[in-house]
Every structure is written in C-alpha cells, then in structure tokens.
C-alpha cells in the first residue's frame, strides 16, 4: 500500500507565503512524478504543478513565478513553496504522486488527502 501524506496547509493573508509538503510511504519501488494540484469550491480539480522524476518542471500558468516546486527523492517528499499568495489562491491543495509498488508490475497514481489553504484579502 502507498500513503501520501500532507501537511502545511492554513490561513494567510494575501501577500503572504505558505509551504506544503507531501511525504510518500509504504510498499514503494519507485517514484516517478510527483505534483500539486488544487480545487476550490465549484471548480475543477486543476494542475498547480509538477515535478517528474527527471526532466524540467511544469507550473500552471496561474502560479508561475510565485510558487515553486522541489523534491527529496531520498525521502520520497514534494514540497510546494508559496510564495505572493492571493484570495484566487485559496483551494484545497492534493498531492498526487506516480508510484511503483514494489509488489506491482506497474505504476499507479496515488493521492493525498488534501490540504485546505485559505488565503485573506
């Protein structure tokens, strides 16, 4: 089994900063992506950003320039810094991460539980 687990979620002002971090545990091989995504209330569930396992990252046009994303492969953790936050921001934050089980042939996509972030005008 895989477990993604969040944390760093909470209130701020706009203007303000807030660091998410998910950390991925249980039965794993191997890691390949690792990424945010974010829903607010009524809306989609949508990227904020992505991190693959080699390569360059991938940000949503919203977000550029404010939030960055980074990895710890060695402790199979994705953090999302947060930087400039604004009221358009606030959504529940999930972390999302392309696994192989090491019982299992192939990758899966896990989830986190979410993280509320609320942002204050």
């Known amino acids: 089994q895989v477990r993604l687990v969040e944390s760093g979620g909470g209130l701020v002002q706009a203007g303000g900063s807030l660091r998410l971090s998910c950390a991925a545990s249980?039965?794993?091989?191997?890691?390949?992506?690792m990424g945010w995504y974010r829903q607010a209330p009524g809306k989609q569930r949508e990227l904020v950003a992505r991190a693959p396992s080699g390569g360059s990252t991938d940000y949503a046009d919203s977000v550029k320039g404010r939030f960055t994303i980074s990895r710890d492969n060695a402790k199979n953790t994705v953090y999302l810094q947060m930087n400039s936050l604004k009221p358009e921001d606030t959504a529940v934050y999930y972390c999302?991460?392309?696994?192989?089980?090491?019982?299992?042939?192939?990758?899966?996509?896990?989830w986190g539980q979410g993280t509320q972030v609320t942002v204050s005008s």
């Open positions: 249980g039965s794993i091989f191997r890691v390949d992506a």
């Open positions: 999302n991460a392309v696994v192989l089980r090491s019982d299992y042939r192939h990758p899966g996509t896990y």
